[in-house]
């Protein structure tokens, strides 16, 4: 397989720790599509001002970016499990997420879910599936680092006891100890590829060759760690390198993402099939992604070419 012989969606990784370059490969190596999940920043968020900021950038700036290059950018939103331990904080941010979650290009309640498991991660856990469930919104579940057996098992059962549809939650970070219990369960099991922790390429080619590709999807969760934005172009490659079907790799690293997120109403596949015109001499709040290069633009809507 070479680049731009596949399309691919990222439907886990976080651009606001990446680069503008990063877009520019995404996009050469054949990522058409990526969803941006709202998490930790690597250090604690003290303000609800914080969150308000990072709110809007998510939906704003980085769909700007990313359409930069072609791409089509999408995002969930919700207080992440790390920091629903700070409950003065969560309080505060629980009143901004339903100002957010009705936006353009947002797709899901997440991440959310638990990180070391304790009661007040439950408490806002249970509080953003009911908001889910208010707003009709997916979820996009977070299974704990640390016993990641027990918190995705837990996760589940609070997703159900909320009445929640299996077929509208997403649980990520999946790994061989968990993938059947949720695929059995009727959820969406998603796998981050991410070097050293979660995920290896090599590990994933041996379950979808054990488990097929039915529930699964892949991706980067690329953030400011140690992590690769080709993750899921370059594990399906040695999908097929290795003997995947190549229909089991292309339901892996883009039409599961596009069945499961494409219940949101928000991500269709004619939003990259049919897209509009590139043209980099535009600016987003007075502000370019270019920082001095020439700009790339093609009113006719010819295939985006990267000079």
């Known amino acids: 397989m070479q680049p731009n012989s596949m399309m691919f969606i990222d439907p886990h990784i976080h651009m606001s720790s990446r680069t503008t370059y990063d877009y520019l490969v995404m996009q050469q190596y054949g990522v058409v599509a990526l969803i941006e999940p709202s998490f930790w920043l690597g250090q604690p968020r003290t303000s ?24 089509r950018h999408y995002c969930t939103i919700s207080i992440n499990p790390k920091e629903a331990n700070n409950e003065a904080l969560a309080e505060e941010v629980m009143e901004l997420l339903p100002l957010y979650a009705g936006k353009e290009g947002v797709v899901a309640i997440g991440e959310i879910g638990f990180d070391e498991i304790t009661k007040a991660e439950e408490k806002y856990f249970r509080l953003q599936l009911e908001l889910a469930k208010e707003l009709d919104k997916l979820v996009l579940v977070h299974t704990p680092h640390r016993n990641k057996k027990e918190g995705t098992t837990l996760s589940m059962d609070i997703c159900l006891e909320h009445g929640i549809n299996p077929q509208r939650v ?138």
């Open 170 to 307: 997403i649980i990520d970070h999946c790994n061989e100890e968990t993938v059947e219990e949720v695929v059995n369960r009727g959820f969406w099991c998603a796998f981050s590829i991410y070097p050293n922790t979660k995920m290896g390429n090599e590990r994933m080619v041996e379950l979808v060759r054990r488990y097929g590709s039915q529930q699964i999807m892949i991706n980067s969760a690329a953030d400011w760690g140690m992590s690769d934005p080709l993750a899921v172009p370059k594990t399906a490659q040695l999908m097929l390198q290795c003997g995947i079907p190549e229909e089991q790799v292309r339901a892996v690293s883009y039409s599961n993402a596009l069945a499961a997120y494409g219940q949101s109403g928000e991500m269709k596949e004619e939003d990259w099939l049919n897209p509009l015109p590139v043209d980099q001499r535009q600016l987003y709040s007075g502000n370019s992604v270019l920082r001095g290069q020439t700009p790339v633009y093609d009113a006719e809507q010819e295939s985006l070419i990267i000079r």
């Open 48 to 71: 609800a001002g914080t969150f308000k900021d990072y709110f809007n950038s998510l939906v704003g700036w980085e769909r700007f970016r990313a359409g930069q290059f072609g791409m």
